[in-house]
């Protein structure tokens, strides 16, 4: 796929089939995180593949953001080194990446917020995370059932100026 086509294709897709999906192409998927830029060049990401449906039930009934958790063939959870400086941007650009790489081979993906939501610590107990990280987000990947439509973004011209802030 076109790159620019696709990093405009990207949506958030929250119904999914029920689909198993090869977990060669989820590896490279996290593939594509593992590329991601870091500060430093620091790697502080851990990721954790989550193809067990009772765990993704679990999940699902226990962050009310992500009820539709229980449609999704795979969860993707990255964590972060509690200690690293820049973890939160890290953690956003291979998130992002997560993204981007599920769109490119067609599959339809969903970012849920972990970084100190009230169920990280529920999260990062499940997943047996060690005290050392902690958990930065949680993303859906799977076949698309129902496509969204595209929630209203802003017009381009309403969010640029050329050299100074207008
Ligand atoms: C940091 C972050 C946290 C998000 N958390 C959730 C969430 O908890 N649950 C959810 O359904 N979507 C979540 N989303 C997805 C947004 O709702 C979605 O990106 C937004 O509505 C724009 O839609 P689009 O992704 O289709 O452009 C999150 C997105 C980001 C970037």
Redesign the pocket.
Known sequence: MDAIKMLKTR??Q?DYEEYSIDLKIIEDIIDCARLAPSARNYQPLRYVIIDDKKIIKDLSKNIA??K?FDKAPIVIAVFAESDAKFKLEDGSAATENILLGATAYKLGS????GYQKDYHTYVEKLLQCPKEYELI?LISIGKVKNPTT??PKKDLGSIISYNKFE
């Open positions: 949506q958030s929250r953001n992500a539709f969903c970012w849920v917020a987000s595209r929630p």
